[in-house]
């Protein structure tokens, strides 16, 4: 049988849809702010200008989207080979060591191009490998993905805890973290480019792992849409016995996207490690890969679309924080709760007003959805 | 004339954007056998599945007995004496037959008082309508015509006197089709009424008084069965003239090109699915593999085309040894000529959410026709799909549509000129025409005896008898796992029938 609902153009189904159940996903939040005795116009103001506002705001609001760019495109990679990748999160944190062990051995001697570069490769092969276990686990022993990394974030946790409050600690420090960075092991910060526009920043840690960030975007596309190794992986993703039909070797196929994805997930750590804090503390990823997984599913799991879910939750993340201090009644929860229900709507009921603006559509014109196309429910 | 056992009148259906049903109004008479027939996707089963409750129309009205009725679970139109026997049986496999008889119209909360009342009540339809099945038989233990008379037999049971059968011969032995045939005259001449779906004109003509005709959801005509022809029927439900025989001509077998030998395969369960299977095909020939689903065809044609692990034997393609119980894995077959249209398109053959550009290749996207480095060589594969949409007519013409937008046929065609377009020495194809209309069974039939014309050895395995016997110039009969009889095109429908219930061979000599 053929699905009963047609297609939509592609800006409706990309465009419109999750702009409706944002919109909406807000329309249920400003009820939660309505409840605590709070304006909810002008929280919503608040947040927006929050984000968006000032240079500072804007900076911080782009630092964050950095970060979940790199976390929702490891879960993208991974789903397209139908593969849900729990362990972004653990494959991030574990990748903090590989960039520690590079910045603490080559700070002092050099300069940040050439400790950055190694840094990318070492977190990047850190976060492939943290991933591999697990891939290779349900490639040859059919243990499921989803239970493997879940399981390694806590073993990543572990580890990283061990050696932050050991191996890793200077000797006289009290807190459970590296020594900090020397400058060799200090990205550049990109506030000139939004002073270009005119803004005033005054200190944001928004830096050069951003343009990595676009560029992973850039080449997760290439990747999926335009090479062959991503047209494998994505019938193995839609289909596993097509894959098998095909000749696509299923254990080389899912170990090679999860390693990618883990090393996706592995690159995220650069940003907060070498763009801001200067050093590797204990739980610097803080849910980030989680996020990760609202931002691939709301961005349709297109590397464009990750760019701008990513930079929506980078506002709900520093909007959020402007909001929790402006408005006292506002709790840092509630902006989680305001942050779930974007998750809720726009990821687990994206689908919810699809049939009605379809139907929509194919009152208004039956052409634009494929009606010629579809021979509809068969035998 | 017998008064109206159900009327429809302006039934309309939507799913979305797509009328499966357009203002369809039919008359069925009490007391007769009314066949429906169509293309896949004429609206068939939505008309039915309305009928019985599933969906509801979005507009018209239901009569049932000359009474409008408002039919809105399945439980309504079994309360109005409807009863619907589907293709996939709704049976509790490892329930007895009695348990299945009365699960969901248990009368009591303890079970004891509702199966000795089934009981006499079964023995009673046993007497009336020849419907003999052991009350106390487990399902899985049956055979499949005998599972099919327990669907009956519940209907029968809740009161049904309308009985709706969708596809009911699909998976049944002539022998077993007949005998449905003469439990569905029996109820007829009892009073009862009986709406039979098929796409098999030949049931049709045998056994209907009525026939109905649909097409892209509409009813296109009803006529009287014996005031019309297969030809007439065939020409409704396409809308053009359509040939049904496969004219071809004499076949000129050359070289061995695939020699099977003592192959066994087994299933994912260890039960042995094939077994000890020696079979050749040579080259300019067609050899047709006949028989009821589930009788190893499906793990044969995985097992040849390497999708699945043949516990031993060997095969030679081409004079060369293939490692079946080992390393061979698709890739490497087609590489060295042998081409695989599945049985399974949906899942196997396709992959429904690509583009048609996207599924033009699966399986050659290795070849370096197809790619630039590591990259897909978009113009290449595009302009590819472009020169096969127009050389096999799959509409619409659109390499950019999404697979799952084509109809049965069309992506049938998808499959069939992604493979032959690769030039194979041997193609192996399952189900060729499967869920693919009238219109399009014709092309593909075309095009494997043109293959065969070019020198190909081709192996087709199909459970619609007609099509074996009319492509094939070899016909090997599996039952049960085995080869039980080579025939060839011209062995009669009886005679395969009976290979195909696995009676032996000495005896259908007889």
Partial sequence: M????????????????????????????????????????????????????????????????????????????????????????????????????????????????????????????????????????????????????????????????????????????????????????????????????????????????????LAMAFLVWLLIWRTKLGYEMRTYGHSPKAARYAGISET?????????????AGMMALNPVMGDQHNVAIDFVSGAGFVGIAVALMGRLHPVGIVLAAILFGMLYQGGAELAFEMPAISRDMIVIIQGLVILFAGALEHMFRPYIQALFASFSP?????????GKGV | MAQAAIELIGINKSFGAVRANRDINLEIARGTIHGIVGENGAGKS????????????????????????????????????????????????????????????????????????????????????????????????LPVGLQ??????????????????????????????????????????????????????????????????????????????AKTTVEELAELMVGRRVLLRVEKGEAEAGGVKLAVKNLTVKDTRGVTMVDDISFDISAGEIVGIAGVAGNGQSELLEAISGIRRAVSGSVMLDGKPIDLTGAADPGELRDRGLAHVPEDRHHVGLVLAFEENENSILGYHDDPRYLKGPFLNIDAIRND?????????????????????FSGGNQQKIVLAREMEQDPGVLIVGQPTRGVDVGAIEFIHKRLIAMRDQGKAVLVVSVELDEIRSLSDRILVMFAGRIVGERGPEATEGELGLLMAGVEQQEAAQ
Avoid at chain 1, 7 to 16: Q, V
Avoid at chain 1, 60 to 73: K, P, S
Avoid at chain 1, 367 to 375: I, L, P, Q, T
Avoid at chain 2, 389 to 404: E, Q, S, V
Wanted: hydrophobic share 50%; with cysteine; net charge neutral.
């Fill in chain 2, 385 to 405: 799909a472009k020169d096969k949409i127009a050389k096999y007519d799959i509409r619409p013409a659109d390499c950019r549509l999404k697979t799952a937008n």
């Fill in chain 1, 252 to 264: 080389r196929i899912i170990i090679t996207a999860m390693m990618i994805s883990g090393a996706l």
């Fill in chain 1, 2 to 213: 053929s699905t009963p609902y047609a297609k939509l153009p592609a800006w409706a189904d990309y465009g419109l849809i999750p702009l409706i159940n944002l919109f909406v996903a807000f329309v249920v939040a400003g009820f939660v702010v309505l409840l605590v005795g709070e304006n909810p116009l002008r929280a919503a103001v608040i947040l927006v200008e929050g984000a968006f506002g000032k240079g500072t705001g804007i900076a911080f609001t782009l630092f964050y989207a950095t970060t979940f760019i790199f976390t929702g495109l490891s879960v993208a990679v991974a789903a397209h080979c139908g593969l849900f990748n729990i362990g972004t999160e653990g494959q991030a944190y574990i990748a903090g060591l590989g960039i520690a062990i590079v910045c603490l051995s080559f700070d002092s001697t050099l300069p940040w191009w050439l400790t950055f570069p190694l840094a990318i490769v070492a977190a990047a092969v850190v976060g492939a490998l943290w991933a591999l276990i697990p891939a290779y686990l349900q490639a040859k022993r059919g243990s499921h993905i989803v239970i493997t990394t879940i399981m390694f974030n806590f073993i990543a946790a572990s580890i990283m805890v061990y050696l932050l409050v050991g191996p890793l600690k200077p000797a006289a420090s009290q807190a459970p973290q590296t020594r900090n960075f020397l400058a060799g092991a200090e990205l550049p910060k990109l506030n000139w480019i939004i002073e270009l526009f005119g803004a005033k920043i005054r200190s944001a840690p928004l830096n050069i792992s951003f343009l990595l960030a």
């Fill in chain 1, 367 to 375: 052409r634009s959805v494929g009606m010629e196309a579809v021979k």
């Fill in chain 2, 148 to 225: 099919q008379r327990v669907e009956i037999l519940k209907a029968l049971y809740r009161g049904a006197e309308i009985l709706i059968l969708d596809e009911p011969t699909g998976v049944l032995t002539p022998a077993e089709a007949d005998h449905l045939f003469r439990i569905l005259r029996q109820l007829k001449d009892q009073g009862k009424t009986v709406v039979l779906i098929t796409h098999k004109l030949r049931e049709i003509m045998a056994i209907t008084d009525t026939v109905s005709v649909m097409r892209q959801g509409t009813m296109v005509a009803t006529r009287e069965t």
């Fill in chain 2, 46 to 141: 939505t008309l039915m599945s309305i009928l019985y409750g599933f969906y509801q129309a979005d507009s018209g009205e239901i009569r049932v007995g000359g009474q409008p009725a408002s039919i809105k679970t399945p439980n309504d139109a079994i309360a109005l004496g409807i009863g619907m026997v589907h293709q996939h049986f709704m049976l509790v496999d490892n329930f007895s037959v009695l348990e299945n008889v009365i699960l969901g119209a248990e009368s009591d909360a303890l079970l004891k008082k509702s199966i000795a009342k089934a009981r006499s009540e079964l023995e009673r339809l046993e007497r009336e309508y020849g419907l003999e099945v052991d009350p106390d038989a487990i399902i899985e233990e």
